[in-house]
């Protein structure tokens, strides 16, 4: 995509995505593909495409057209500029059609060449990888991913699809039923019904009605087929903070390295508005940008990451071992990095389960913050989700009530988001309050608190509620394998007292390493773990920690 002036182009000039290579450069990677010649008009890659080439071009000009419809040029390469966005580094279905715009010349790289090119070559890769980073996200902007969703703002469902492909930063076009008049002739032209919203327009040829993540992810081609055969050196149980700097560190030292996904890379972290304490950042960073440039890193690497793929059962027994998908597929490891993270803790209220995603939710994304222009809205928890989450939405709703049941926010919350909720005039703190009721037949319409120091309610018609209280750790999928601490948490390292050992009959001289749990190999990182730091640092270091002593275990085994 590069960046020819001109009406017909739907991408402004960017030097940053659209750089022009220097001969010099242009060179070295015509070590890594070959030259070839192309007619004008000559399709290159068609959408859909999985494992596309790359180009640069020596001579002539390539488009890169929308998938369907009319032709739009969305970009035009001119000499020495190159094709491609960051599902060329992901391996997923590319998004756009590239053609010959003018008979001419090209260098042909194909995927596997381009990963080593950019993994090697310390001045190119940096190029490559931000211009493709740069480009993806223009065509999220643009919502140039051939996918339509049809929903309604009133819908569950439709919220979490919408969740689904923005943290997977797939780009889609958003139809309101309640709003847009075209709605209703794209339900009659794909022939579907009110009651099978959320419906998803896949490519512009399948319909998907009320579709699960599984059922989008396979639509959308985001994962490999799994190698039932392979047994991988590691096996990372979940895309969080953690997990994806396991993925990172073991990739790029050579490891096979594959990583189990429930939902989206991120984790927790990934719905977090924005993150002003991660070293670096000075400015912040939201979770979804910070995650999505960790999950790049990672696959530039060569780890395989899996989405939509849950963990639902861990079996230790014999010389590898399996985790069972929640699919039925079964993934073999010679060593196992469980990062599958926490969960909030949901509040003991008869009907919350009928609310959520209609007026109570577990995240403060754009997504959410859409439906609270102009409202009041309440915030449960005092850790610095919460805090990021009531500060965030302070700028879009009216008023924005904190609720805590401790007498202050100084033992949970960083102190800066402490200071940016006393001094903002828009946020409203309730000291030892909680929410004793929630109101609605099938929306949220009103929410009663009570103050634990007075017993006073109070009744409000409040419709909007983000909860992200305490922490319920992913670990009934364990089934017995590891040992748990009181709360649910795995014991690692030091924690593990020799009765554990000795239940599960610890195999080797030596103790557990500093993140591993009673089975040898099998480590924790993360929210997950029994002690951990709730902090995004401390994940990214755990996770990065244990591959030294995945290398030290996978030695040992020879």
Known sequence: MSAVDGPAQ???PDPRAFPTLTSRQADRILLHGRWRSVAAGEVLIHPGDRGAPFYVVLRGTLEVVRGSGPKQVIVTHQVRQFSGESNLLTGRPTLIRLEAGEAGEVIEVERE???DLVQTDAELGPVLLRAFLLRHMQLVAGKLGEVIVIGSAHSAATLRVKEFLTRNGHPFEYVDLDRDAVAQDLLDRFQVGADDVPVLICRSEVVLRNPSNRAIADCLGFNETLDRDTIHDLVVVGAGPAGLAAAVYAASEGLDVIVLESTAPGGQAGSSSRIENYLGFPTGISGLDLTGRAYAQAQKFGAHVMIAKGAARLSCEGQAYRIYTDDGECVRGRTVLIASGAQY????????AQYEGAGVYYAATNMESQLCGGQEVI???GGN???QAAVFLAEIARRVHVLVRRDC????MSRYLIRRIEDHPK???HTQTEIVALEGETELTGVQWRDARTGTVTSTTICRVFLMTGAVPSTRWLDGCLTLDQTGFIKTGGDLTRDDLLATNWPVARSPFLLETNRAGIFAAGDVRSGNVKRVASAVGEGS????FVHQVLQAAG
Do not use: D, H, Q, W
């Not at 803790?345 to 919350?352: D, E, F, H, M, T």
């Not at 920690?545 to 030294?548: F, L, M, P, Q, V």
């Open 10 to 12: 739907l991408f402004a």
């Open 113 to 115: 060449r381009l990963l």
């Open 345 to 352: 803790r949901k509040p003991a209220l008869a009907n919350l």
């Open 379 to 381: 915030v449960v928890g």
């Open 385 to 387: 989700s919460a805090g």
């Open 409 to 412: 926010l100084a033992a949970t």
């Open 427 to 429: 946020i409203e703190l």
């Open 545 to 548: 920690i244990a591959i030294s």
